[in-house]
């Protein structure tokens, strides 16, 4: 027996010293692959933009890609920070190691991610390329008017003869449950201010409000207008003509989108390569290989073999590796919300209230921070996390500017938490406003009884079951549940009239959770300035009287591999099936669309449509607010 046990010993040690070990080789690989250095860029390379990588409102990462990220791919391209793609594109102006840029792909992305006012900054960094002499080529297959917007901007547009432009405008279609919640017996009862404030419309009507039409037909009609203008004025066309050719076309064969100057040329992708290469006089010298799973399938496309080149990620990753650090202490601080707001700390894509705000307070407590710019690309959510956040930025105020760039969307709490800027930055094409709360209220009763589930209630005061879902509020509870959104609807225009230094009449009058573009939020008082994250980061400095090479630091920090790795061997997954561990974990964490998201990525009609209904399913889900009242943009804005 004695033996025995030995030997049992002997095993388990011996077991225990490979798992430690294994754990140790798997950190030393991530943190090796983290802590490299930035690629190197090939001389006369040619600057791969692919359009389907999403652009974000994130912090860029601290380290490489690394072999954990190709161990446990996505469902789609990565995305990449927005600034440190805009930073490469304007590095890539006077970089004489690039010889051209290439567009190609279809623009990627949903909701919050390469929305149109990040899309404006995209094609304002392309128009800098142009400007500067250096060329940049859009190759297209089948764009729409996402793709037209960014690449009309390229020296060179060229176009598949198989492809087909689309140019059908734009179209909003919000998705309605109402007919399949009656029919499973499941009640919504709601508690809302402001006519315009159609979040809840989805669980309540079959069709959209005549207010919500109007405000829909409004802001759509503003980003459309911004679209043709852009188109209208890179390529040299009248708006007028482009609206025309929506109107009685919609989707145009290639002879009839050369005759419309939407493109420049008709030819295959190795025709456009061909003269590319003979463009920078390369031979068959093979470049550096790809350090990345996603590069070496661009390159492959690109035939790297007879063309030097290197990605926007990769190069946006080489071009920060050899920028000078500046001096710390005279530092702007971009603190990035992106997401849905909600409470405590959130999950990844989300805005935690409570994670925000400990974020806000470090850079409070930072005294090398002279000014901070909150960029904002949030649809809002959760109230009381949207004034948690708020209360945080109002104590920095009051030491050092701040000075709030939004995205593509900032409406509702992501309008909320914007009020306690010094200044505000929009696009034009920004979707923001929509100053409204609601709160909705589910009643299960039917479904239980249908299912033979029954409830009996004791309670010692009348209001004591007021929020349970086994039956519908009466109307003594309702007015008690509205009196309390009242009250946050009060606080929230109290926000925005000593914000905007308007009174309350007024902001009343604008509020009604109506949704502006920002064009017509500048025209309202809403915002003060339009311009992108770097008109915010530059007025911040300028606020702050910086001195030139001040630094700008990104929160909240992005763990780096090692870190993620901990992350993941400390929650301990439980085991599961081959590939179904991503999608249990998201389901497991309320999160339906991250777990249908690897089924349903992809292009198609079919595949858009059930990611639209996932997502504002999934909006239910993120409804945790303490006092049960959220500020959110009615839907997402995405293209059909």
Known sequence: MKAFFAALTANLVTVALCLIGGVLLILGLAASAGTAGGPKVPDGAILLVDLEQPLSDTPARRDAPSVLDEAFPGAGPAAIPLRAALRALRHAATDPRIHAVLLRGTVGGDGTQSGYAQLRELRDAIGALRAAKKPVH????????????????????????????????????PVFFTGLLEKVGVQIQVSRVGRFKAAVEPFTRRDMSPENRLQTAQYLGDLWTEVKRGIADSRGVDPAALQALADTAGMLLPQAALDARLVDRVAYFDQLLDDLRAASGSG?????????????????????EALPQVTLEEYAR???????????????????????????SGSPGEVGGAALARTLRRVREDGDIKAV????????????????????LALVARTRPVVVSMGSVAASGGYWISTAATRIFAQPNTITGSIGVFSLLP?????????????????TARYAD?????????????????????????????????????PRDSVAALAEGRVWSGEAALRLGLVDSLGGLDAAIASAAGLAKLPA???????????GTTERLMELLERRPEPLAAGGMATAAALAAGDPASALAPLLAGPGPTRALLRSLSRELAVLLRFDDPRGVYARLPFMLRPI
Do not use: C, H, W
């Open 318 to 344: 080489a071009v920060a590796a050899e920028a000078a650090a500046p001096a710390r202490d005279e530092a702007v601080a971009v603190v990035y919300a992106e997401g849905d707001i909600v409470d405590g």
């Open 466 to 502: 007021l929020l349970s879902v086994s039956r519908p509020r009466t109307a003594a509870e309702l007015a008690v549940l509205q009196k309390g959104t009242d009250a946050v609807y009060d606080a929230f225009l109290a926000r925005v009239a000593g914000a905007r230094k308007l």
């Open 138 to 173: 859009a190759f297209l297959v089948r764009p729409g008017p996402r793709d037209l917007y960014v690449t009309s901007a390229a020296t060179t547009v060229t176009l598949d003869p198989f492809g087909m432009v689309q140019l059908p405008g734009l179209a909003a279609e």
């Open 373 to 392: 710019v909150l960029r904002v690309n949030s649809p809002g959510g959760s109230a009381v996390a949207s004034e948690q956040i708020q209360r945080e």
């Open 284 to 304: 068959r010298a093979r470049p550096s290989r790809a350090d990345s799973a996603r590069t070496a399938k661009l390159a492959a496309v690109v035939e790297p």
């Open 443 to 459: 009643n299960l009763q039917q479904l239980a009884n249908r299912n033979g589930v029954t409830f009996d209630t004791v309670k």
């Open 549 to 559: 090479g001040y630094a700008v630091l990104e929160y909240p920090r992005m763990p």
